[in-house]
């Protein structure tokens, strides 16, 4: 049985073994080894410059390892970037959609993009604007939007093709905190359908929300497991307590 097949039957999402990444002599992603099961919550943190950026770039096919590999959905990220493409969802800080056009034009923009028919694009916007309560905003450009409907918005448009991974980096930065729980309320339910979501987050409280953590420090990931398990281990009340433990000790700078 293949690697892959065995992460599929085993119900991961994403397994990667020693994957590593340089830019000449620096080594921005070293060697870490992890996975992450079907339908969790993963959080991935690490300070500015611990290499998360770097690490989700290889994992969404975008940046090819320098050793080492991983398997999303099931596809190997250097030989199956098509299939992973086609697998998975995906969020930036920039909201991913174009602030010029209007709420209808950007899902059906994506909706095209990820190959629905107009018929699947159509019954899925109207179920999308029917749950966020933007229905009477369908024909209002993006731009105009509050901040946080616009990452209500781009998260949901990140799953209209149903991908079975979502990558959100940094989906709340900027937002009020009610704005931030209402978003996790849409993370807690993509979950539910069976989602798996991979999240990066500045926020040590949204860290408690995940399912499992894991922690970067100068590329490598130096811990892992439930919120529980490592304020156990570290015996500190909060994760933002762990994390400022563990990032203490980083020696590098900005990361690519």
């Not at 080594?27 to 919550?41: M, S």
Request: charged share 25%; proline share 3%.
């Amino acid at each position: 049985m293949t690697l892959a097949a065995n992460s599929a039957s085993n119900g991961i999402a994403i397994d990667a073994q020693d994957l590593t990444r340089r830019f000449g002599s620096f080594v921005a992603v070293d060697h870490i080894t992890f996975d992450v099961k079907a339908g969790e919550v993963f959080g991935f943190l690490g300070a500015n410059g611990a290499g998360k950026t770097t690490a989700i770039k290889m994992l969404v096919g975008l940046l090819a390892p320098s050793e080492g590999t991983a398997h999303v959905a099931g596809a190997d990220i250097r030989t199956q970037r098509d299939e992973i493409k086609r697998s998975i969802g995906y969020m930036s800080q920039r909201f991913s959609l174009y602030a010029d056009l209007t709420v209808r034009e950007n899902i059906r923009l994506y909706g095209g993009i990820y190959g629905l028919t107009p018929d699947q694009i159509a019954e899925r916007t109207k179920r999308m604007l029917d749950n966020l309560g933007l229905s009477g905003s369908v024909d209002d450009l993006v731009g105009d939007l509050p901040l946080g409907w616009k990452q209500k918005l781009a998260f949901s448009v990140a799953l209209v093709h149903e991908p079975k991974i979502v990558f959100l980096d940094e989906p709340t930065s900027g937002v009020d905190p009610i704005t931030r729980r209402q978003f996790w309320e849409l993370i807690y339910a993509a979950a539910a359908r069976g989602t798996t979501v991979f999240v990066t987050t500045h926020y040590m409280d949204e860290a408690e929300y995940c399912d499992r953590i894991s922690i970067m420090v100068d590329g490598k990931i130096v811990e892992l497991g439930t919120p529980a398990e490592l304020k156990e281990k570290y015996r500190t009340e909060t994760v933002d307590d762990v994390f400022v433990r563990l990032a203490r000790g980083a020696t590098k700078g900005e990361a690519a």
